[in-house]
């Protein structure tokens, strides 16, 4: 089971969170402006990388608040932790983020 | 409570308490002047440190950024909620009858909890001033360290009250 560290609660077995897939998506607006071909990518299509990921993750069993995650999709390694409203940080190759 | 449920074991102790008024607290970007006025209100501060508690007149959980778990007699729930601006929509819910209460206790009690949830429970670690909102045996529990407990406090929804008397009378078998 992966440990996950939560921005606010600190570390905490993966089963007390949910991935929300991944993060940094921008929602395409104003909503009458959209056509359908554009809401359909925004809601379905999603990168599927291996190795860096940002994604959205939601401490539900703790403090119930969602943050993002990189995580190594390959190796589960976590690079960083941050809050929702913080930018990606920089991952280097040694993963010298937090 | 007449049901109140208890097992022993040579070095450790699992006793069900009854809940006593607990009620949960938001709080929408509370501002300094919000906090000051519901402390006063509650003769207690609200900690603002993940995981940390608050003991003054009543005791006072951290339980998420803007969500705090209010332990012990207040003033009435609509006298909290009118101590804070309106900006900061604060909600007050008496939550007590809908929680279960264990307290275990003993020089094992830590190891005891151990086996259900992987937060460090050490006294170095998790002391007397902190708690956890986490998963315990799989269901959704607050632990904490009340002032002169030997041991930890777990609160829990109602509903799961019976599957904890199993896990726990299950559980305080191997210590003797
Ligand atoms: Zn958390």
Sequence with gaps: MLQISCPWCGPRDEIEFRCGGQSHVIRPGPPEEVDDATWGRYLSEKINPRGDHLERWLHAAGCRRWFNVARDTAT??????????????????EGSAR | MADTWQAAAATVAVRECAPGPIATLRLRRPSADDLARIAALIGTALPTVPNRIADGAVRVVWIGPDEWLIIGDTAPNATIEAAATDAAAALCVSVGDGRCIFEATGPDAAELLAKATSIDLHPAVFTEAMSAMTLFAQVNAIVDRPPGLDGFRLIFDVSVRDYLC???????VEFG
Excluded at chain 1, 76 to 93: K, L, S, T
Excluded at chain 2, 166 to 172: E, K
């Design chain 1, 76 to 93: 589960h390694r976590i690079r960083a932790v941050y809050h929702m409203v913080e930018a990606a940080p920089a991952i280097g190759d």
């Design chain 2, 166 to 172: 199993r896990w726990f009378g299950d559980a305080v």
